[in-house]
């Protein structure tokens, strides 16, 4: 398997073939590298296990792992839903462009302004395991 980490002539580590030196020198640091093909490779790995033995698979990225819009357009384009646990990661999943079909939201403890903002929202997928009163 092909991590897309490797390191170069000079010793440096390259990131999906870029020398991380050039990027911190052109960036500085500290820097957040993603690797795009990475994530999008890791997506239709899993995709593809599991729809190969279950109609009708959908994957749901679980956004609390990790909000941030790259990478989170990186999983809308290649066909992702999202679960959302909190109004921000729905309104975070939305400016990310996911439609709000593609989003569940699972919330514990819910209010009732986070249940009509997830309505409100278009979300038509809502789990929830208690109402807070």
Do not use: W
Not at 33 to 53: G, M, P, Q, T
């Amino acid at each position: 398997m092909d991590f897309n980490l490797k390191t170069n002539e000079k010793g440096n580590l390259t990131i999906g073939g870029i020398d991380v030196h050039d990027l911190a020198s052109q960036y500085q640091t500290p820097l957040y590298v993603i690797d795009e093909d990475r994530i999008k490779n890791n997506y239709k790995r899993l995709y593809d296990a599991f729809s190969s033995h279950y109609k009708n698979f959908k994957m749901y990225y679980a956004c609390k792992a990790n909000t941030n819009l790259s990478v989170m357009r990186i999983l809308e384009k290649a066909g992702s839903g999202i679960g959302a646990v909190s109004p921000g990661e729905i309104y975070t999943s939305l400016l990310a462009g996911f439609d709000p079909s593609k989003i569940i939201y699972t919330g514990n403890n819910v209010t009732d302004n986070e249940l009509e903002f997830a309505v409100e929202s278009g979300v038509k997928k809502i789990k929830y395991e208690d109402f807070q009163k």
